[in-house]
């Protein structure tokens, strides 16, 4: 299979779209990225690397940080994660305080915000910000075998001035008695967690732990890599997460800043960045670009 040739055609027909959706504007620090910007990264567990576009240039993970935040909380506290956030599609978008209210203060998954303050503040574990951070960034930087990896202080500060929403869910869930550490701390956490800039290539490499690959990096264990693999099945794009499973067919997680880490088991980890997005707040040509891709290589899981 030629994936440098697919990577290409898909490049050039992103280079061609006219609708590139629209970049995120509820943080400043992020409307102001060119919307132009398109980078595609496949890495393969033998150290093969193939790209397109922007692949080399740094952009804000935003919430595919939560995917490495929910490995740390599961290695601290294991299966007990589950009393504290559920394992269930949303259907609601990322920053919906709805359905905490009916159930208790417990988020639906880790991968709503809601649920992603609750896995940082299980990540924490009684630890200073800092020390949680720099395990967050060990972890990254280990999945991704790349140091130059490195928070973004102008994309935290930004979150940080505009998390009022955030603030009200982690206060709705300390008022249930489901955050551990002092509220302004976990979401202080949680905001530099969001702001931590890579590239399509370190990305795609990050993902290489979670395809369980001969040569993938082994961070965690394969009964946990499939449980994590299932969670950005189910719930790695909010309330479209039905329609990346329908027309990807791969466990995915997105970010607002145009991003999305794809993680093909026992064959390949995927990277997209193009700052538009869809109305649902996932990357409307980074997702159209996985699909071209998992049609045109057939890693589709099913
Ligand atoms: O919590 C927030 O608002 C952001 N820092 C992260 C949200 C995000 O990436 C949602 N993704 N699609």
């Keep these: 299979m030629d994936i440098a ?61 939560k995917v490495f935040t929910l490995a740390l909380a599961l290695g601290r506290m294991g299966d007990q994660i589950w009393a504290r956030v559920g394992r269930e599609p949303s259907g609601q978008a990322f920053n919906s305080i709805l359905q905490l209210e009916h159930e208790r203060g417990i988020p639906r998954n880790p991968f709503i915000n809601a649920g992603a303050i609750v896995t940082t503040d299980a990540a924490l574990a009684g630890h200073a910000p800092r020390e949680f951070l720099g395990e967050l960034l060990r972890f990254i930087r280990a999945a991704a075998g790349d140091d130059d990896i490195h928070i973004n202080d102008r994309i935290a500060a930004s979150e940080q001035a505009t998390g009022d929403l955030n603030r009200a869910l982690a206060y709705f869930m300390a008022a249930h008695g489901n955050m551990v550490n002092p509220v302004d701390m976990t979401l202080g956490a949680y905001f530099h967690q969001c702001a931590v800039d890579m590239t399509c290539v370190q990305l795609a490499r990050a993902a290489l732990f979670l395809t369980g690959a001969p040569g993938a990096p082994a961070l965690v264990s394969a009964a946990r890599r499939r449980r994590i693999n299932a969670m950005m099945m189910l719930c790695g794009h909010y309330d479209a997460s039905g329609d990346f499973a329908y027309r990807v067919g791969l466990p995915g997680k997105s970010g607002v800043g145009g991003g999305i880490m794809v993680v093909a088991p026992g064959r390949a980890g995927i990277a997209v960045w193009s700052p538009g997005l869809n109305a649902q707040g996932n990357s409307k040509l980074g997702t159209e670009s996985v699909e071209m891709l998992a049609r045109a290589t057939g890693w589709s899981v099913f």
């Excluded at 995120?24 to 496949?42: C, E, H, K, N, S």
């Design 5 to 65: 040739a697919i990577l290409d055609d898909i490049g050039a027909a992103m280079a061609r779209a006219t609708d590139r959706g629209r970049v995120a504007t509820y943080i400043p620090q992020l409307a102001r990225v060119d919307p132009a910007r398109f980078g595609m990264a496949v890495a393969l567990p033998d150290g093969r690397l193939f790209t397109t576009g922007d692949a080399a240039v740094p952009f804000s993970i935003q919430s595919i940080s």
